[in-house]
C-alpha cells in the first residue's frame, strides 16, 4: 500500500499551488485522510484532515483560511489546494491516512498510512 503526493514545487510568496495524493493498492474510501508537512529542522506538523466522507474538515491555524482540503473518493485522491502561500509554508509535504474513517485531529500516530512527501519550496 502507497500513498503517492505531487505538485510540489518553487513558488513564489502569495502564489498557489495544488498538492495530490493518489493511493494505490487499496482504495481509501473508508479512511480519514490528512496533509502533514516537516520543515527541515522541525517537527513534522499538522496541516489538514478530511473525514471518509469529505463532510467535515480541520486546520492548523497557521494555514486556515489558505489552505482547502478536499478529496473524491470515485478517483481515490486527496487533494490540498495551498493559496496565498508565505515562505514559512516551506517543507516536505506528507499525506497520510487513518484507518479512523471520521477521525480529523493532528496526531499523527493516529494516521497509520504515509506518502514519500512532496517538496514545496515558497520564496520571497
Known amino acids: 500500500v502507497q500513498l503517492q503526493a505531487s505538485g510540489g514545487g518553487l513558488v513564489q510568496a502569495g502564489g498557489s499551488l495544488r498538492l495530490s495524493c493518489a493511493p494505490s493498492?487499496?482504495?481509501?474510501?473508508?479512511?480519514?485522510m490528512g496533509w502533514f508537512r516537516q520543515a527541515p529542522g522541525k517537527e513534522r506538523e499538522f496541516v489538514a484532515a478530511i473525514k471518509w466522507s469529505g463532510a467535515a474538515t480541520n486546520y492548523a491555524d497557521s494555514v486556515k483560511g489558505r489552505f482547502t482540503i478536499s478529496r473524491d473518493n470515485a478517483k481515490n485522491a486527496l487533494y490540498l489546494q495551498m493559496s496565498s502561500l508565505k515562505p514559512e509554508d516551506t517543507a516536505v509535504y506528507y499525506c497520510?491516512?487513518?484507518?479512523?474513517?471520521?477521525?480529523?485531529?493532528?496526531?499523527?500516530?493516529?494516521?497509520?498510512?504515509w506518502g514519500q512527501g512532496t517538496q514545496v519550496t515558497v520564496s520571497s
Open positions: 497520510a491516512a487513518s484507518y479512523s474513517s471520521a477521525y480529523i485531529g493532528g496526531d499523527s500516530r493516529q494516521y497509520h498510512y
Open positions: 493498492g487499496r482504495t481509501f474510501g473508508n479512511y480519514a
